[in-house]
């Protein structure tokens, strides 16, 4: 399995009322560690969808553990969970590095879509794609 | 079962490139629509602040079907599912007004804490809270 | 002139750590203001676009001279301050309207250009779309 | 004069329908840069909210001179360009990475004030804070 890593230093606008980072910026930062991952992974989100190919997000989940404050520093473990000619799964965990405890996990599930957000078969239309991002499930 | 329902139409800035909204509103969107929903049962959630009761997300869910545009007029109805001493769950659903569509659900659970974020019995210290969420339910 | 008023509900999401609503959110109240001010003079911004006609910001300034808070009911009065063949400049006002005091002033100024962000002469282009929005500085 | 910088990886959510950053984007960055400059004066941000002074924005000012899309790798640079007793003013400039282009520029203007968000003179009851960042001016 592969996991990537990617560093997060939350921001003052992050933050809400409570003191604490408000929950809307989670799944935000996951994106930006999907974006690493698949950079990992030696392509590029860009480069999927000059391709034509698109992932819009169907399912989103979060469980939140623990709060992360203002110049906390973030760490975002991100793996594929499942993928299917149709749909892709990512799970991320996201760490504070001053006492290493986990504060949130998430999962997001995409389809795999054409530019007009229609339904396309990964596996078929552009099997290497599909194969590489195989490759990290196992 | 009490449901509320909230007018949002979408801001540019809630786009994203492939030209519909970025995910990561909807729990946004959700929570003004919570705010409305504790507003027509007749309290505040600034005033159960204000009281020192906080109600930071724990869980969070999102389904969804469809997409919203820019200027797009949509109505998220809200509900509450669930309650008990020391936990609160809501339910949305968001829809498009130009046909109906229902385009996202999702769900939020919600720990009852005190202003350091330490879990607390709402029943208990705030039981007219309680009982008028507990109505909302029935 | 003509001026509309746009209303905002501040949310839990635009607070930030201090407790009032973080400097970043007027941009985008300004540019919700914007899109109503637009449809008031009876056009669609997403109408513009589809003719080809893009608005991107060029510059912007905010002045702010109170803090609004989570559940606090603004108005957004918006203007067109200029307008000419290749820019216009929108002015803003946000009050908070339990005490009817201004909070915030702002100007923000844009391009015209066509989808690839290149300039258009709006005038010679679109005469209708720059009559129209020239009536509304007089 | 001291300048720190920063970089930023631009995320899928900063974008918007017209296919570049979000222009609310950039003030959020601004102060991603601000916490990162004084962090370089040996002091945290964090830190001086600590003490009890808080730095809310009263004047923010940018000038959009390019476009920024997503994953663009970019660096902010910061700079004192003004103190006194009741106010500092941070100058900043974007600058794309792949063809070293300046893209936008910045400037916020920030009041010395005590939590309760009323002005104080930072030379008198903060000199070490006021002398360490008076010293990045020259």
Known sequence: MIISETEI???????????????SNYPIWFEAARTEFIKSMGMSYSGIEERGFMLPLIELACRYKGAARYEDRLIVKTC???ISYSKITFYYEVYKCSDNSLITTG?????????????VNIKKHAPDIFELLSKAVL
């Not at 933050?15 to 604490?20: A, E, S, V």
């Not at 999962?107 to 339904?119: G, I, M």
Request: aromatic share 6%.
């Open 9 to 23: 230093i939350v921001r003052y606008a992050e933050t809400d009322q409570m003191g604490i980072v408000h929950h």
């Open 80 to 82: 594929v969970k499942q």
């Open 107 to 119: 999962e997001t599930v995409h389809a795999w879509t054409n530019r007009n957000l229609k339904p």
